[in-house]
Structure formats: structure tokens, C-alpha cells
């Protein structure tokens, strides 16, 4: 705790220490130094996460640093990966979950934390909740208060000293007192919370990561809970020592927030075309362009890679192996036969999870005997490829397909269930020959009705002729044998019990005896149907536990499976598209090629490539024209926002082929974008407010190896006003005023492209020749609106001059049409024009008429010709 003191003693602004109260012998005293416990208790990491559904979020509390790290609600997979990375990188002393998370994500930080010695607990859900959650974030001091240098709303004493009479020092002014008042009532706690509220964007997405939003509330109620006895009991939550709260990365993991996701289009869900459906599908996205899977392992995986793209090159390269080992020619029949076997392996791991409850039905017996048979024709088609020394998936699944075992496995199953009787009885029935009590007691059961006729004709005889018109044996499961007696028509109600009968019950027809005769049935046979299911359901369990010993190997074989089947699915879009290899480096580089929007060129006749350079970080050129920062110019709907978000996206899929020439590509570690602005009733900010909380997120967490894509970040705003604020990394704006000299420094490290338009008719002529399409270097200040006038048929001489006045404003000398002379021609048409003026103004326009006005103009008319006069004479 030291360090804090020494860290808060290196900053001119932050203020000193506060004494704390402690407690010692039942006196108060005051000090400055913490305790020895603690400076124990201090060091402990403490990580508070919530996994529901799949979805995992999490905050822990570094006591060092005294930084809250964060990690947005992100997709886990079936075997908690992303979990087990957490804890491993995290290293945790206490974990607290909500008593609602999903069991096995519980079962998987127990074992994690029991092995550290470290404290697992399950707190109660109320805890976990979001809105309490934003609640307590929003009582941090980090968020709800502000520097006294960024207080606008009273001014320094420096401020009004030269406007101020008073000639006492020592009595201060106004200002002063009010912001002593102010301080000493804890300012305002409505400018607080609203101050918290705006501040609160900056640091995380509220709105998309509910569980991680419950997490943080769950840490900081511990935090004051563990502190409480100390020196927060009286400022809660406001008196936890926390200087910033910052975005957790995994290692060799990208991190893409739920706008840069939802601004490159990355996932699209539709809603279905039925109002009477709540469903979703998905739409053009890159999701859906990717997604020719077979398997619905390979689905969630693809969903996977897209989420958390890796940064490892190793893994990039072993992928990009694979899909040009299976793009090669001689491979491709090869591939689309392994995509029919992959569509019949179905969800093995989730299907043994069921066989191991004992809740398993006749389709997922079939389902993994289905696997067997697939399983053996797969390795066999791998056994059919060609180049496939470096392929790492084609290795893994040749070691993990142990053909053998898995067709025992199948042999053995289709040795022992009956499917035919099976479906027909709906349960899993076993096979004749298997069990020979088995075979017996279904022989007894399935002759039962001549044994019960032959007893039905004994007892007939046994009773007097006019007692029942007839008599019959039946058997109810539980129930046993009972005789069965029609009741009388003329008196249902009398029923009469012969000697040695007892009655059981009756229903409207027919009433039920049980006598000696079927009480020694009962003995004898007993329930054959329940004593039959309960004897298959033994031999089924038997069967469950010999070949439990393979489930673990096929569990893996489907994983690995599920891998092929995405990098199917690549090879399959990269040869359909006409995507190409990146070549990957170590460099922090983007550079490319003849690069395409790998969505927009599928709903454009013709799509123009365009190509790209960048150069990461500081002091890292690769050349004059290779910057860390490109901005895009150029007219309205020209392509400026697709040709970002091409750069992004071919980046983003540099784990996949990429739509380009060619390609050279370093690693991205996080990718921020400021296109789309979501706006609510709900969010109490302005367009702008929310585009500057979404540039100050970006700004906070970005690397040297980070991506930033700014869309006209001021767009809301008036041009003179976002100019002034512009910055970015790659970056599309018609703000023209940043261009200045005294406002941009012209040796800032920045590229500046444009883009080109080439104007056709209606029939596709192009009008102008040396027009050109595409990305050109340097800026454009050109508006190619006057062009636009022209095609449509206003004069020439008009667009000429309106393209003048343009030039003149772009370039900020307007003050050059002050000293221009207007022409012979241009002054005979101006004092014509007065002529005109006067003889109008000197019109009687005041009607005498209740129809007409005096001059003969209609009275509707001459109210606004009297209205235009009073306007030309103003």
C-alpha cells in the first residue's frame, strides 16, 4: 500500500492522502499508514465471474495497481476454454461466481481453485445483477468526480482576481466560497451521477455485456465488504482506491467489441419473415459467408474463431496449410466427399453427456453408430489427399480416428439393440439371443394370451350359466391377473362376488375379481412386462459401460472434426470468391493489394479494388509513404466508409484467405470502430456524446498493434465545430478544415488518399474519360456536387462559377470575390433588373373590391404581392 502513497506523491494534481480512521482498543485515532494485515490482505487478486447460457463475463481487482480489469460478455465454448485461460493468466486468490451460473462452468473453477489453495465461493444471484451493478460502478470516484481543472462551471480565483474589487486576500471572493461549500457537502450528487453515467462509456459497453456489468458489482460489494471493519466504513464504495478500469485481452486472442462487430457487419441476425415467429436468421454477413459447415460443432467453432480471431501465427499458417491443401485441384472431389461423411457425424459430445445420465432414446444410439460408420469413411478420404505432410488437422484426426474401436463400438451396439422393435415400442428394446432370462421372459409374455384363454375357459366352468354372458383374463402391469366381468344392463350397479373372489374395481363396463386362481398367476408368472424393461434397461447399462471407455477418444475425434469441418468451410468461400493467402509477419504492416469488401462485391455488378498501406506504431517506417495514419476524402457516397471497413475486414480474416491480389499482414491485437451511432431515448447523450465515448474507449485501450476506424467522427456536429476535433488511425471525413496548416502539423505521420468518381449516363457511357474509379493518393477538396447539377441540366455557366465559389471556400481565400468586377453585360442586366424593381414597388396593390384589389389582381394575389413588397423594401 506504499506504492500508492509514493505513485499519488508523483502527481502535481492528484491531492495528498486523506487520513484514515482505525480502531484500536475501542478508541479512534488517525493515521496515514495501513496496517500490516492490510498490506497482506492487499495483495490478494480477487475475480468475481458470471457464465450463463454460454456466455461468460468477468471483472478481478488488481491491489497493486489498483486497476479493475474487465472482460465483455464473450462466447465460451462447451469445454471452457476461455475460462480455463482466465484463471491460468488471472491466477486468482478468490473467485465468486453467482449461484446461478452454468454448473459445469462452476465445476471448472472449483477444480482451478482448489488446486491454487485459493477461496471459491458461490455468492447469492441478487448480487449478480446488472442494474446493481451499474449502481455501484457509478459511485466510483474514478467515474462520478471530476478534476478541478475540468470543473467548468466555477473558475479559479486567478480567474476573476482582475475583475474583482475587493482589496481583502484573505476574505477570497464568491468562487472560492461557494467551491469550499461545494467540496465540503460532496458536490452536487446529481451533477455526480450524471458525470458517472457519461464517464461510464468510456471504460466499457453497458448496454452489451450485462454479465460483465453483474460482475463488477459483485467484485466492488466484496471489495467493501473485506474493507469495511478498516477505513471504508463511512465511503462505501466512493472510497475504494480505484485509478482506472481498463479492458482485459487474453493472450493470442483478438479483441473485437460488440461495435466493431456490429459496424463491419462480422454477424447479422434477420428477424424471420412470419410476425408469428420470434426466431432469427442470419443475413449478409461475413458470418453467413463463411458458413458452409456441416456439423453443428463446426457452427459453434466458426462462431468461435470470429468472436476471439487468434493471434498466434503458428496457428494462422497450420490454418492456411489446410485450406490450400484442400483447394488444390486434385483435392477438391476428395473434399466435398469428406463434407457428406462430416454431415452425418452429429453431436457426439453432447450425445455421450445423455448416454452417461441414462436419458439416452433410440436416436442418439443411432446417431453414434452413425459416427462409427462415418468416422471410418473419413479416414479413409484422408488417406486419399494430396500434400498433406503439413497439414496439422489432417495429423490430428489420423491419430485421433481409431477406426477399430469405434467400429467395435457400432458393431457392438447393432449386435445388441433391437430397432425395429425399439421404434415400434418406443424405448431401446434388446436384440433375441442376448440374455437367454431375457429371451424367456419375453417367450412367456408374447404366448401369455393362449395361457390366459386357456384359464378363462376353466374358470367359465367353475361359475354358475346365467352369472355373466361372458368372462375373459386380463393383465394390467402392477395390478397382476384379474378376471374380468361384464356388468348387467338392467343393473349395473348390482355386482355380484362368488365365493373365492375378491373385488378390485369396476369401471362402466366391466368389473375386476382377483381369485385364487390368479393370485397363483401372480406368483408364478408375476409382471413379466416391467421385470422385461427392467432387464433390457440392465443389459443397456451394461453395454453403456463397455464402451464408455471410447467415449473420451470420440468425444476428441468430433472436436477435431468440427476443425476440419470450419476449414472446409474456408476453402470452400476461398474458392468460391476468389480469396487468396495472406503472407503473415512478424512486422506491424498492413499491406494490400487490389483489396475487396468481401460482402459488398457480392450485391454490386462491379466492384473497383482498391489498395492499402500501413505501418504501425512509432518509429517503424517502411517507407516515405507508409504511415500509421490514412485518411480518406472524397464526395458523398463514394465508397470512403466501404473502403474502411474492406481494410478492417481483410485484416480481421487474415486467419481465413483474404479478398485481395495479394497481401502482406502483421498481427492486429484489437480492432475499435467509430462508424455506426446507436442512438436510444434510453442513453441520455447526444450522437456526438456517443461518438466521443466511443473515440475515448478506443483511445484508452488501443496498442501500437491496435486498429481504429473513425467514419466522419463529428458528423453530428457542425463542421466548424468536429474539424477541430478530429483524430484517428484509419479514417473517412469531409472536414475539410483539418487540412490547414496551423491546425494539422504537415509533418504528422498520415497518408492521404481520395476517392475517385467516374460519372456515366443512363445508358453507361462514360461521360468524362479521364475520370477514374478508386482509391488515388492525396486529398480532395473538390465537391462534385456542381457536376451532378450539370448532368442534370443546370447551365454551365452556373456550375462554372458554383465550382469557383467552391474552390475559393475550400481553399479559404473567399475574400478574392470582394475584388472582382462585374462585366459590361453583368451591369446592364443589373439596372434592368432595378427598373423593374422600382415599377413593381410602385404599384397600388390596396383593393377597393371585396373580389378584386384596385389594379384588377385577385385579393388571395394581392395579399402576397403586398407581403413580397414589404420584403424588397426591407
Request: charge should be negative; charged fraction near 25%; glycine fraction near 6%.
Amino acid at each position: 500500500m506504499k506504492r500508492k502513497h509514493e505513485e499519488k506523491s508523483d502527481t502535481a494534481s492528484s491531492p495528498a492522502p486523506e487520513t484514515k480512521r482505525v480502531r484500536w482498543e475501542g478508541t479512534t485515532a488517525t493515521t496515514t499508514e495501513d496496517s500490516d494485515q492490510d498490506d497482506l490482505d492487499g495483495d490478494k487478486i480477487c475475480l468475481a465471474a458470471y457464465c450463463q447460457r454460454g456466455r461468460l463475463g468477468c471483472a478481478y481487482y488488481d491491489p497493486l495497481k489498483c486497476v479493475i480489469y474487465i472482460l465483455e460478455d464473450s462466447h465460451e465454448t462447451s469445454h471452457f476454454e476461455l475460462t480455463t485461460t482466465l484463471l491460468e493468466q488471472i491466477n486468482p486468490n478468490v473467485l465468486l461466481t453467482s449461484s446461478r451460473s452454468d454448473d459445469e462452468f462452476m465445476d471448472v473453477a472449483r477444480a482451478h481453485i482448489d488446486a491454487s489453495g485459493g477461496l471459491f465461493q458461490i455468492r447469492p444471484h441478487k448480487e449478480f445483477s446488472p442494474v446493481k451493478g451499474r449502481e455501484r460502478m457509478l459511485s466510483l470516484r474514478l467515474l462520478s468526480q471530476l478534476s478541478h481543472q475540468d470543473d467548468g462551471d466555477l473558475p479559479a480565483s486567478s480567474d476573476v482576481a482582475s475583475t474583482s474589487s475587493n482589496t481583502d486576500n484573505t476574505r477570497g471572493n464568491a468562487y472560492d466560497f461557494m467551491r469550499r461549500r461545494q467540496e465540503a457537502n460532496g458536490g452536487d450528487p446529481t451533477l455526480r451521477r450524471w458525470n458517472a453515467s457519461i464517464r461510464l462509456s468510456n471504460f466499457t459497453s453497458v448496454d452489451s455485456s450485462p454479465l460483465c456489468i453483474a460482475s463488477v458489482g459483485a467484485l466492488l460489494d466484496h471489495l467493501v465488504r473485506e474493507r469495511a471493519v478498516n477505513d471504508l466504513e463511512d465511503e462505501g464504495i466512493a472510497g475504494l482506491e480505484v485509478r482506472d478500469i481498463e479492458a482485459f485481452s487474453l493472450d493470442q486472442v483478438m479483441q473485437i467489441n460488440a461495435d466493431a462487430l456490429f459496424s463491419l457487419q462480422v454477424f447479422e441476425n434477420e428477424s424471420h419473415a412470419s410476425v408469428h415467429s420470434d426466431k432469427t436468421k442470419e443475413g449478409l454477413s461475413l458470418f453467413g459467408t463463411l458458413n458452409n459447415t456441416n456439423t453443428t460443432l463446426g457452427r459453434a467453432l466458426l462462431r468461435t474463431w470470429l468472436l476471439r480471431p487468434s493471434l498466434s501465427l503458428s496457428t494462422i499458417k497450420a490454418r492456411h496449410d489446410a485450406v490450400a491443401c484442400f483447394l488444390s485441384p486434385e483435392n477438391l472431389v476428395t473434399c466435398v466427399t469428406m463434407g457428406t461423411h462430416l454431415k452425418g457425424i452429429k453431436n457426439v459430445p453432447r450425445i455421450l453427456e445423455i448416454m452417461r445420465s441414462g436419458k439416452a432414446k433410440m436416436p442418439d444410439w443411432q446417431s453414434l453408430v452413425k459416427f462409427t460408420f462415418h468416422s471410418a469413411m473419413l479416414r479413409d478420404n484422408l488417406t486419399e489427399l494430396y500434400h498433406v505432410s503439413g497439414v496439422e488437422v489432417v495429423k490430428k484426426l489420423v491419430a485421433a480416428l481409431d477406426i477399430a474401436s469405434f467400429r467395435d463400438v457400432g458393431n457392438r451396439i447393432n449386435e445388441i439393440i433391437d430397432w425395429e422393435e425399439s421404434a415400434n415400442s418406443g424405448r431401446i428394446c434388446v436384440r433375441p439371443h442376448i440374455d437367454e432370462e431375457l429371451d424367456n421372459r419375453k417367450h412367456v409374455y408374447h404366448g401369455i394370451d393362449a395361457v390366459l384363454s386357456k384359464v378363462a375357459e376353466q374358470i367359465c366352468q367353475t361359475v354358475p350359466p346365467d352369472y355373466a354372458a361372458s368372462l375373459n383374463i386380463v393383465y394390467f402391469p402392477q395390478l397382476g391377473f384379474l378376471i374380468c366381468v361384464p356388468t348387467k344392463e338392467e343393473s349395473p350397479e348390482e355386482v355380484e362376488i362368488l365365493d373365492g373372489w375378491s373385488f378390485q374395481f369396476s369401471s362402466e363396463s366391466h368389473v375386476y375379481f382377483k381369485s385364487q386362481e390368479m393370485t397363483d398367476m401372480d406368483t408364478h408368472i408375476g409382471d413379466l412386462h416391467p421385470s422385461i424393461v427392467d432387464r433390457e434397461i440392465e443389459i443397456v447399462q451394461e453395454l453403456l459401460e463397455e464402451i464408455s471407455v471410447q467415449f473420451e477418444a470420440m468425444a476428441t475425434a468430433c472436436d477435431i472434426c468440427a476443425e476440419l469441418d470450419v476449414l472446409l468451410a474456408f476453402a470452400s468461400a476461398a474458392n468460391g470468391y476468389e480469396w487468396t493467402r495472406p503472407e503473415m509477419v512478424e512486422e506491424n504492416v498492413i499491406d494490400i493489394q487490389q483489396g475487396r469488401h468481401p460482402l459488398q462485391e457480392q450485391v454490386v455488378d462491379t466492384f473497383v479494388p482498391n489498395d492499402a498501406h500501413l505501418a504501425g506504431g512509432c518509429g517503424e517506417p517502411f517507407g516515405a509513404e507508409w504511415n500509421s495514419v490514412l485518411l480518406c476524402t472524397g464526395a458523398n457516397a463514394c465508397g470512403k466508409s466501404v473502403y474502411l471497413k474492406q481494410v478492417a475486414l481483410i485484416q480481421y480474416m487474415a486467419q481465413v484467405f483474404v479478398p485481395a491480389e495479394s497481401a502482406t499482414l502483421g498481427i492486429v491485437d484489437k480492432i475499435f470502430t467509430r462508424i455506426s451511432t446507436r442512438e436510444s431515448v434510453s442513453k441520455l447523450q447526444s450522437a456526438f456524446m456517443i461518438d466521443l465515448n466511443q473515440v475515448s474507449l478506443a483511445l484508452r485501450n488501443s496498442t501500437k498493434r491496435s486498429l481504429i476506424l473513425l467514419d466522419e467522427f463529428g458528423k453530428g456536429t457542425l463542421s466548424t465545430d468536429g474539424a477541430g476535433l478530429f483524430c484517428g488511425v484509419l479514417a473517412a471525413t469531409h472536414f475539410h478544415d483539418v487540412f490547414r496548416e496551423d491546425l494539422l502539423d504537415p509533418d504528422a505521420p498520415i497518408t492521404f488518399v481520395h476517392m475517385q468518381v467516374m460519372f456515366s449516363s443512363s445508358s453507361g457511357n462514360v461521360l468524362d474519360p479521364r475520370c477514374k474509379s478508386g482509391v488515388a493518393e492525396g486529398l480532395c477538396l473538390d465537391s462534385h456536387a456542381a457536376r451532378c447539377a450539370e448532368m442534370f441540366g443546370v447551365p454551365s455557366r452556373i456550375v462554372q462559377r458554383a465550382q469557383h465559389v467552391s474552390h475559393l471556400i475550400s481553399t479559404h481565400e473567399l475574400g478574392q470575390l470582394l475584388d472582382e468586377e462585374m462585366t459590361e453585360k453583368e451591369r446592364e442586366d443589373l439596372a434592368d433588373a432595378e427598373v423593374v424593381c422600382r415599377r413593381f414597388l410602385q404599384w397600388n396593390l390596396e383593393g377597393d373590391g371585396e373580389g378584386t384589389s384596385r389594379g384588377g389582381w385577385p385579393r388571395c394575389l394581392g395579399g402576397t404581392m403586398r407581403r413580397k413588397k414589404r420584403m424588397i423594401r426591407q
